[in-house]
């Protein structure tokens, strides 16, 4: 993925419960549950059946820690694949800053190098809405992302943006993988209804 994705979403569904369409990105390391670590970076509401919703997937991305229970927060930063980044503290007080390359050219790197209590959290954001996190970064330790260029869909009966998916009322844990490699405009639709379950597709990509 080397340019934003412009996304239109079509229900093209029988499901009359006004389902709640949820999106999210994985960290593809060894490690990550998205059932308990998933984050959904996106929720759409509301789009009856032939209706329709328009959103970009933007490639900038950002970083940024907290500490102190999430009550304290560094400014966001741009951050890149193969960059690395520390959390730090200088005259100012506690900060983030790059800090040269990554260890896995496929990898953003975040260290935490201040001493605080149950340590940093560290997340990843695009087009402002968190899309992934690592809580419990100790000092001397690094959070490691590993992003490819993919989304993935699904449906719940009750979630919001931000939310943690395993505190989410899911209605499946069977996703929907979409690559976005190479593509700048896409339309995924939801097909099926309540007899014959329920299934997004892609329309049309280019």
Known sequence: MSSNVKITYVNKSMNRD????????????????????????????DVGRESSCNFTFPIDTEVCASWDKGTCITKKI????????SVLKDDSGITIIPDGSAGNVRSIDV?????????????????GRKMVSKNI???????????????????????????????AVLNSD?????NLEGVSNVTVALYGNAEEGYQFKIESQS
């Open 18 to 45: 006004l389902p709640k369409i949820f999106l999210f990105i994985k960290n593809e390391i060894p490690t990550f549950d998205c059932l308990k670590d998933g984050i959904a970076w996106k929720v759409i509401n």
């Open 78 to 85: 741009p951050s890149d694949i193969g960059g690395k980044y």
């Open 111 to 127: 260290s935490n190098d201040v001493h605080v209590e149950n340590g940093i959290s560290v997340d990843l954001f695009k087009d």
């Open 137 to 167: 970064v100790g000092y001397g330790q690094k959070a490691t992302f590993v992003l490819h260029p993919k989304l993935y869909w699904g449906i719940a009966s009750e979630i919001q943006e931000g939310d943690q998916l395993s505190s």
């Open 174 to 178: 069977n996703f929907f993988e979409q």
